[in-house]
């Protein structure tokens, strides 16, 4: 007996920014992701900032750095089938010379 296992694509982040990613605080960063979706439908996405506050469901998202620190900003986008697609992006907040 053969066994056929069809794994469907999920989805990919073609592209994850933030601007700026180093500045003085209080720092406010635009997000954007750019999304495609695999064998399913996007179900849903978010950012998360890095500095406990709520994360923000949308491709787009801005936030606002107010301590001084490295932040890791991780975008998800889940698909119907649960598949998960992460982009991380590093955000650093220092007072500029």
């Given at each position: 007996m053969d066994l056929v296992v069809h794994i469907e694509a999920g989805p990919g982040i073609v592209e994850a920014t933030a601007?700026?990613?180093?500045?003085?605080?209080?720092?406010?960063?635009?997000f954007a992701a750019t999304v495609e979706p695999g064998a399913k439908p996007i179900t849903d996405m978010w950012w998360e900032f890095g500095d406990g506050s709520e994360p923000i469901h949308e491709a787009e998202a801005t936030?606002?750095?107010?301590?001084?620190?490295?932040?890791?900003?991780?975008?998800?986008?889940?698909d119907e089938n649960e598949v998960e697609a992460t982009a991380e992006l590093t955000v650093t907040v220092k007072w500029l010379p």
């Open positions: 601007t700026p990613e180093i500045g003085q605080p209080p720092l406010t960063v635009v936030h606002v750095y107010t301590d001084l620190g490295v932040y890791k900003a991780i975008f998800h986008a889940v």
